[in-house]
């Protein structure tokens, strides 16, 4: 039996969107314009220095060696095919740098399945990126992100967190939040939101002792609970602010 090889590589999945759909319309001209669509892909992930792993019918599986160069293609490769129309041909791209399973030319396993989900994620003429694509790019492409948050992919158990490229500067992604970074910021609001309704409170019960005391009149003592409630408030308040700092 043949030892299965891994390797961790970065993994580019597209297919053409509603595919049968446009070639129930015009199976000639659509036949034609898959062919000029694949001949832009393999001239840019050549160009990238890349390869092209397996193909079925309207979708393929590239990989490369550098993940800059795989989002780069995809970018390079969608402008192309924006540009010359595709004849009514528009592609989905999914990338994701994970671990595969080499079986000759071809590459299986959940790196590449994750690749496909993200393309068939992905709106016709965009890419989507996984977390682990995010990390390596965002530093070293102009290009915008956006995170569209925790996505679960078709017959995965768990989630992942998926990024669309191209996105416009206003909606660039910052580094997705941490667990720990979304439980101290809750837990702030709430203290925050604890001290508003005590101040309240308090407020209401010194109203109510003023009013004792101007009935009851002199000597006049309602200053004194007033300076401990505020006191109160201000040793609540002071580690609040700065650990929101």
């Known amino acids: 039996?043949?030892?299965?090889?891994?390797?961790?590589?970065?993994?580019?999945?597209?297919?053409?969107?509603?595919?049968?759909?446009?070639?129930?319309?015009?199976?000639?001209?659509?036949?034609?314009?898959?062919?000029?669509?694949?001949?832009?892909?393999?001239?840019?992930?050549?160009?990238?220095h890349g390869r092209i792993a397996n193909t079925a019918g309207d979708a393929l599986i590239?990989?490369?060696?550098?993940?800059?160069?795989?989002?780069?293609?995809?970018?390079?490769?969608?402008?192309?095919?924006?540009?010359?129309?595709?004849?009514?041909?528009?592609?989905?791209?999914?990338?994701?740098?994970g671990d595969v399973m080499v079986d000759g030319d071809d590459l299986l396993g959940e790196g590449v399945n994750l690749a496909a989900r993200l393309e068939s994620m992905a709106d016709p003429g965009g890419i989507l990126i996984s977390q682990q694509v995010y990390d390596q790019?965002?530093?070293?492409?102009?290009?915008?992100?956006?995170?569209?948050?925790?996505?679960?992919?078709?017959n995965f158990e768990g989630s992942v967190a998926v990024y669309s490229v191209g996105a416009n500067q206003s909606d660039q992604a910052k580094p997705k939040p941490t667990r720990a970074g979304r439980r101290m910021g809750g837990s702030v609001l709430d203290k925050r939101s604890r001290l508003l309704k005590s101040a309240g409170r308090l407020g209401v019960i010194w109203l109510a002792l003023l009013a004792v005391n101007i009935f009851a009149g002199p000597p006049y003592w309602v200053q004194?609970?007033?300076?401990?409630?505020?006191?109160?408030?201000?040793?609540?308040?002071?580690?609040?602010?700065?650990?929101?700092?």
Do not use: N
């Open 137 to 154: 790019v965002q530093k070293k492409l102009s290009v915008g992100f956006a995170y569209l948050g925790e996505k679960r992919p078709k």
């Open 224 to 245: 004194w609970p007033a300076l401990g409630m505020v006191l109160y408030l201000a040793l609540r308040s002071g580690p609040l602010f700065e650990r929101s700092e």
């Open 62 to 97: 590239a990989e490369f060696p550098s993940v800059v160069e795989a989002v780069q293609c995809a970018i390079e490769v969608q402008r192309e095919l924006s540009a010359d129309g595709a004849k009514g041909l528009r592609f989905r791209i999914g990338i994701h740098l």
């Open 1 to 48: 039996m043949t030892q299965v090889q891994r390797k961790l590589t970065t993994i580019l999945a597209a297919d053409a969107a509603s595919y049968s759909a446009v070639m129930e319309a015009d199976e000639v001209r659509t036949l034609e314009a898959l062919r000029v669509s694949m001949a832009i892909f393999r001239q840019f992930i050549e160009r990238h």
